[in-house]
């Protein structure tokens, strides 16, 4: 397994893992480093390290844009031995310390059917928990380097860090913002979404370069455009609801298809009956 990262701004540089589609984003400062997100397994941080070490040789600190398995389960491998600090939302923070079964067993039956051998290695990765959390923003030194991890809100998880790094002028999103497929709901709050996304729209200028959590780096358009396909499936499932329709109705008229459709509508709904 051979990774390589590509320049997308002065000293920011990104990763595509092949297998989920999966980035990673190395920010590269005077004398020290920073790696968004770790991919999904032992192999996969190994290589990791090995290309981010093809371009920088500083100590790097970590940050996870949130607690699914392709974004954090290399963290032990990139960061237990010298042991680094770890970034993370206080939540997704508390998942990966306490609910570290859970998550596996989630990976696994995620990946199961379409990535068997990958399901196996998820199910035997050692996790490794984040040493230090962030409420709503924290702001970072990267070696004289100013970057912002901030919490946008409730979104693709209640658990999403955006990374802002202002002198680049590059957004890391997380899952926020999909590139190579669908927006995923099944963990989602799809009614506050859209104001999430919004307050990342905030943060950006024109010529911002957005690295979504899968697929190739976006524009600030691309991002514009998904918040109003969020925003119209949000009014689509509080119309439907407040109408007495089933689920599947929303689904049908999903601007993201059927299935993701359908799974955001069943957790809107259930955020509307105020189910916890
Ligand atoms: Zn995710």
Redesign the pocket.
């Given at each position: 397994m051979t990774f390589r990262f590509v320049p997308v701004a002065d000293g920011v540089h990104v990763l595509r893992e092949p297998l989920l589609d999966v980035n990673v984003t190395l920010v590269v400062g005077d004398g020290a480093a920073l790696l968004v997100d770790t991919l999904s397994t032992a192999g996969q941080a190994g290589a990791l390290a090995t290309a981010a070490r093809a371009v920088t040789p500083y100590p790097w600190t970590l940050v996870n844009?949130?607690?699914?398995f392709?974004?954090c389960f290399g963290n032990a491998t990139l960061a237990a031995d010298p042991p680094r600090p770890v970034y993370a939302h206080e939540r997704a923070a508390a998942a990966l310390r306490d609910r570290t079964d859970r998550l596996r067993r989630a990976a696994y039956e995620e990946m199961r059917a379409d990535h068997p051998a990958l399901a196996a290695e998820l199910a035997g990765t050692t996790l490794l928990a984040p040493t230090h959390t962030v409420h709503t923003e924290t702001v970072l030194d990267v070696g004289g380097r100013r970057v912002v991890l901030r919490h946008p809100g409730h979104g693709?998880?209640d658990a999403?860090l955006v990374v802002h790094v202002p002198d680049a002028d590059v957004l890391v999103t997380?899952?926020l913002v999909e590139q190579s497929g669908p927006p995923?709901f099944e963990?989602s709050y799809p009614l506050q979404w859209p104001d999430a996304v919004a307050e990342l729209l905030r943060m950006t200028t024109p010529a911002t370069v957005v690295v979504p959590?899968h697929g190739t780096p976006v524009d600030v358009e691309f991002v514009r455009a998904q918040h109003a396909r969020l925003a119209e499936l949000a009014w689509l499932i509080r119309a439907a609801h407040t109408g007495g329709a089933p689920p599947e109705r929303v689904a049908a008229d999903s601007p993201f298809g059927a299935r993701p459709g359908l799974t955001a509508a069943r957790r809107g709904y259930r955020e509307l009956d105020g189910a916890p």
């Open positions: 844009t949130h607690h699914h392709d974004h693709h998880t999403d997380g899952d995923a963990e959590g």
